[in-house]
C-alpha cells in the first residue's frame, strides 16, 4: 500500500526513541540523528506500528477509559516519543473487514507551546465511511480498516493507547485487536498543488464543455490540469475557486451537469451555486489519487456527514484539514481519492471534494452501501454533542438546493437507493431515504452527530425554498 512507503511518504521509523512519560510534562529526550525527518513542504504521512504494552503498573496514570485491572485485554500502543510534525492522527489496520472493538486514544504535544494535551479520544468507526463492497475502489487492495482521523494542530511529540473490549460471549474474539495496526500522523504541508496558473489558454477545449484536451498552463502539473478541467467551464483552468452564481445564471449549470437533456420542468428549481473552493483552491497533491473520474448515472441522494476529527480548528486553517483528512483517505485507508463530495467548514465555506467536476455525478466513498446515485457532504468537525454553527448549516442547504436541483430533485423528497451492501440493508435491497439524508439512515453509526442530524429537517426546508419550491 502506498501508504506505508518510506520512500514516498517519509515514514519516522521504529528507531525514533520510546520514553517514559509522566501524566503532566514529559521531557524527551533528543532523538538519534536521522530519526526525525525535516518537515515536507508537500506534506507527509508518518506510520508507526504499535506495540503490545506492559500491564497498567507500566503505563501512564490516569489515562480516562482504560481498564486498570492487572488482567487487561489486550493493549497496543506507543510510550511517548518525539517525531516529525504532523497535524492530524488515526489509527489503521490491516483488514479493512475487521471491526474496531476497543477503545483509542491519543496524547500530543504542541509544537508551538511544547505543551502535552490531555488524552483525546478517536472516534473508532469502522468501514461506513467507503466505498461500496463490490466497487473497484473496495477491491483494489489497498484499502484497510481506519478509524476516524483527529486533527490536533501542529505538533511533535505523540503517545497512543489502544484496548480491546472484553469479549462477550460468541459474537466477537475476546480481547482482540485488529493486525497490523498503526498509527498514521498526517502534515498537511503548506500546500499540495504547483504555482498556480493565469486560468487562459490552458485546453484545447473550444467547446468549453470539459471534455477536450487538457494542456496545463504554466508552472501547473497534468494531474492539477486533469482535476481543474473537469470544472470547465464553471471556472476557467487552474481557478482557486468557483463563484457564486445567482439563480436564474444557474440554469446553465444544470444544462452542463445533464449533457443538454436537462427537462424544462427542473429549470425553476436549482438553487443558486454558492461559492466552491476548488481543490487547487485548498492545495490537493493531485498526485496522491487515483488517475480519471468515476461518475455514477444521476444525483438522487446526499448524505450529510460530520468528520469526526474534532471542533479544535480556526476557519483559516480549514485547508489544511481537509489536505489532512485527503492524505489519510488516500495514503492511511487506500481510498481513490477524498471520500466526499464536499466538504464545509464551520465558517461556512464550501470546498469541491472528490476530482472529478462540482456538476457531475462523482462516484464517492461517503456511505457505504449507498454511494452509487448519491453525494456526500462532509461538515468538519464533530457534532455528536457539540452543536453545528449555523454558518455550517445554511452552507448545507445551499450546496444542496444547487447540485441537487442540478438533477431535479426536491429536497423535501423522498427518493429509492438500491443497497450495494452494509450493515444496516442487505445487498440489492431497495430503500427509501430522505433526499438529503444523515449517514446513520444508510448505515448504523452515529454519523452526522446527534446534533447535526437534528438540523436536517430545517436544512431540508432552506434547501428547498432556496430552490424556489
Known sequence: MRGFLASSIGVATAAALALPLALSTPALAAQPTGAVAPVNPAGSTQSLPLVPLGPSTDR?????GMSASPRLPETRGLTAREVTTFSLVGVVWDDASAELFGHVQVRTRSK??????DWQDVETHNSEHAADPDSAERGSGKVRGATAPLWVGESDGVEVRVQAEPGTGTTRAASRLPQGMRIELVDPGVSGSTAPGDGKNGTDDPAGDGKGTVVPVPGMTMETAESSS??????????NEIPALNKADSTADAVFASEGALSAAARPFIGPRPRIVTRKGWGADETLREKGFVYTNTVKAAFVHHTASGNNYA????????????R?????????????NFAVDKCGTVYEGRAGGVARPVLGAHTMGFNTDSM?????????????PAAAVKAVAQVTAWKLGLFGRDPRARTILKSGGGNRFPKGTYVAMNVIAGHRDGFATECPGKKLYGQLPPTRTTSATLQGR
Open 230 to 239: 473537469a470544472n470547465l467551464p464553471h471556472a476557467p483552468l487552474g481557478a
Open 60 to 64: 501512564s496514570p490516569g489515562v480516562p
Open 376 to 388: 456526500g457532504i462532509a461538515v468538519l468537525g464533530t457534532y455528536t454533542t457539540s452543536a453545528p
Open 328 to 340: 489519510y483517505h488516500v495514503l492511511s485507508s487506500g481510498w481513490r481519492d477524498f471520500g466526499y
Open 315 to 326: 476557519c483559516k486553517d480549514a485547508p489544511a484539514v481537509i489536505r489532512s483528512l485527503y
Open 112 to 117: 508551538r507551546t511544547a505543551t502535552w494535551s
